[in-house]
């Protein structure tokens, strides 16, 4: 089971970039999909969430209204579109995957059991 993070790059202030998430190795059905960031000198965070059916979906305050997560259950991707970058998004950006139902705490990392391998964003001022 792996999970397999792109789309990360230099970009400058005011930018878009969108991140994606490839599965490979079995399907994750019931399993929501998250993205979370690690910046420097920093734990990581909590970005985004989605059910596996969609029909959840969180995000932390900081991106609220600026990104936005979506997937794709017959391609096992998740994707981050990523608007209005700021300096303060750089980071790396790890996506995950865990088993969850109703209630579940999607914005926590202990929901997730696969990670990938973090893609770097770097955002110029």
């Known amino acids: 089971v792996q999970l397999q993070a792109s789309g990360g790059g230099l970009v400058q202030a005011g930018d878009s970039l969108r991140l994606s998430c490839a599965a490979s190795?079995?399907?994750?059905?019931?399993?929501?999909m998250a993205w979370f960031r690690q910046a420097p000198g920093k734990e990581r965070e909590f970005v985004a969430a989605?059910?596996?059916?969609?029909?959840?979906?969180k995000y932390s305050g900081a991106v609220k209204g600026r990104f936005t997560i979506s997937r794709d259950n017959a391609e096992n991707t998740v994707d981050l579109q990523m608007s209005s970058l700021k300096s303060e998004d750089t980071a790396v950006y790890y996506c995950?995957?865990?088993?969850?139902?109703?209630?579940?705490?999607?914005?926590?990392?202990?929901?997730?059991?696969?990670w990938g391998q973090g893609t770097k964003v770097t955002v110029s001022s």
């Open positions: 995950a995957a865990g088993p969850a139902t109703y209630g579940t705490d999607l914005q926590s990392s202990n929901t997730y059991t696969n």
């Open positions: 190795g079995r399907t994750f059905s019931y399993y929501a």
């Open positions: 989605i059910s596996w059916i969609g029909g959840i979906i």
